[in-house]
């Protein structure tokens, strides 16, 4: 049995509360599991965990809540986490697109997956109240050849002094350690760089409250706020979709996790096997020549539908078309807007992170051009 920790801070039902915003296939929901286990098996608290994931399909959005509180306290409460006192956040994509800040105080920790610095991010998504951690975990993670939910566990174990890092550890040798032994070492690599490469730093206090500031600040907050707080007071009449076309106007970039597709044209032999592979037709071709005869030429990708699935990547049969760090190519080579969809009268509009994605570690690779074969 180990020593039972105090709580630092309690809510007016004696509970400690952990809100986890993310999407599928980053590892939030199992992370949610290993935080209440933590609380209950580890800290001698009274723990619930439980996860909402809607579709259950990589790219969903996924909450994860989890509560602790002294074992003389009982949990008598199942409902989602709305005033989290640790908020992570573990796609920063998800800002501006679905409203993660909601709930958030003073006395709320925010941890969140960025490259961005704790003044940086800050200032871009306008949180100015509470506590803010960052790391860059998805970078952590490949290098560690890790987890981003490993990686995100150490941060939140940061942002929480009270919790021993000897817990932690253990947990995640007795839990993961035990379905993938082989990987243990990796995981635990994770754990500490998460911990260790978390930068803190307290923002000030505002009078206004802190969600509606976070629904304020970009266009798409609004939106956000307005498209997903429907009740029965405000939903649209007979089910009216007043979005239509979203696939068309909608900003798939902040779907990537890291990686693009680059195109390296001159090895092209112009199969289209990327643009039947596509599923959101990014790759745009034109009447062109084609060593001497007369052909549709593949003219390059319209970056702002590709989320980042590298389906193109694996069927391209010359590597024209290479995996590469996408911040690496802040101007990307051969971006051509979709010419059949008029984009110069289309709002575009920023939906966060809905793609196929991959979280999983990354094996060391030949690279080609600034690309990774």
Not at 184 to 205: C, D, F, P, R, V
Request: with cysteine.
């Amino acid at each position: 049995m180990y020593p039972p920790v105090t709580l630092p801070v309690t809510n007016e039902y004696g509970y400690f509360e952990i809100r986890l915003e993310s999407i599928g296939g980053l590892g939030a929901n199992l992370c949610g599991k290993m935080l209440g286990e933590l609380g209950a098996l580890y800290l001698s608290l009274n723990a619930l965990s439980f996860s909402s994931y809607g579709s259950e399909k990589r790219g969903s959005p996924v909450k994860s809540y989890i509560r602790w509180s002294p074992a003389s306290t009982p949990l008598r409460i199942n409902s989602p986490v709305l005033r989290p006192h640790v908020l992570g956040i573990f796609h920063e994509g998800l800002i501006g697109t679905y409203p993660v800040l909601d709930g958030i105080s003073a006395d709320t920790k925010i941890v969140l997956n960025t490259p961005l610095s704790c003044d940086e991010a800050a200032e871009k998504y306008n949180i100015s109240i509470g506590t803010l951690y960052c790391l860059d975990a998805l970078s952590i993670a490949m290098k560690s050849r890790s987890r981003i939910n490993m990686v995100m566990l150490g941060a939140i174990a940061r942002a929480c002094p009270f919790i021993p890092m000897e817990s932690v550890e253990s947990l995640c040798k007795n839990t993961v350690g035990k379905k993938y032994p082989a990987l243990i070492e990796a995981n635990l690599l994770g754990l500490k760089m998460g911990y260790e490469k978390t930068s803190e730093q307290k923002l000030s206090h505002r009078s206004k409250h802190a969600s509606d500031m976070a629904l304020e600040s970009p266009a798409s907050s609004a939106l956000a706020k307005e498209t997903y707080v429907w009740g029965y007071k405000n939903a649209p009449i007979g089910g009216i979709n007043t979005r239509p076309g979203s696939t068309v106007s909608n900003d798939l970039s902040p779907s990537r996790e890291g990686y693009i597709p680059l195109f390296l044209q001159e090895r092209c032999i112009n199969c289209g096997l990327c643009d039947s592979t596509c599923p959101d037709m990014v790759f745009q071709f034109a009447p062109g020549i084609y060593k001497g005869k007369e052909t549709m030429v593949n003219q390059g990708l319209d970056y702002r539908h590709c989320k980042g699935c590298l389906r193109c990547v694996d069927v391209c049969p010359t590597h024209a078309l290479v995996k590469a760090l996408e911040k690496d190519y802040p101007e990307k080579p051969y971006s051509m807007l979709d010419q059949d969809l008029l984009p110069a009268g289309i709002q575009y509009q920023k939906t966060g992170a809905n793609s196929w994605i991959t979280s999983d570690s990354y094996l060391d690779e030949k690279r080609i051009d600034g690309g990774i074969v």
